[in-house]
């Protein structure tokens, strides 16, 4: 009896021991869309989907031979998500990309409510078993949908120069800037143009004079560009580039 009982620790622990770590390895396989987050608004157009991947070698070797715990992702746009075992998991084209990249852009995104999907697959395109994947759903808005973004940038004026030479926003965006004149008895603002020609004005802060704080609210441009900004009293010397994205 206790040969037999030990013989059967000696065969079966190890079993038993290749088992469960066979169970944690498959519970640690895993994808996640990471970006957007479900039910997140974001503006049509082209849509970026961001995943992450655990346990799970992603190669370049699409169409090839299967091998152990490596392959690639499928990116999936508004359809059902192919579940057949042994059957290359692909649909219709524009709905389905192969890519062993961890980001993937979908062009010219309509407005409206879409469906994206992530799954792991094999090289040939054949997917995990159990399947591995994970979805979202979103809304595209237009641009005339999307509710103005607000942004805060703090600009200091010290020694007849300004902090910074680059300020940048989104295209449209509501703008405070709160503006630190730190040299004594000197007066400085904040204004942006066009372009450095400074002939047509965006916006023209009032002028203070340091030492003095104040607050500036405008609204950016709606188109992304490269614009200009200064000081009005010391327009050569205290510049920048107001970048609208």
Known sequence: MILRNTYLARVLVPLIVLSIFALQASAALQINIVDPKEGAQVPAGNVTINVSVDDFNLVNKLGSANADNEGHIHYYMDVAVPKTPDKPAVTASGTFAPTANTSFTWKDVAPGSHNFTVQLVHNDHTPLIPLVYSEINITA????????????????????????????????????????????????????????????????????????????????????????FRCDVHPTIMTGQFIVT
Request: glycine share 6%.
């Open 141 to 228: 808005v237009a641009d005339a949908m999307k509710d103005p973004q607000s942004v805060s940038v703090g600009l200091v004026a010290k020694n007849i120069a300004f902090n910074t030479s680059t300020i940048t926003v989104p295209a449209g965006a509501d703008v405070t800037v709160n503006f630190d004149n730190e040299d004594v008895n000197v007066p400085h603002n904040f204004a942006v143009y066009t372009d450095s020609s400074a002939s047509t004005a965006i916006f023209n802060g009032n002028i203070i004079t340091g030492p003095n704080k104040t607050m500036y609210t405008f609204v950016a441009p709606s188109t992304p560009g490269t614009y200009f």
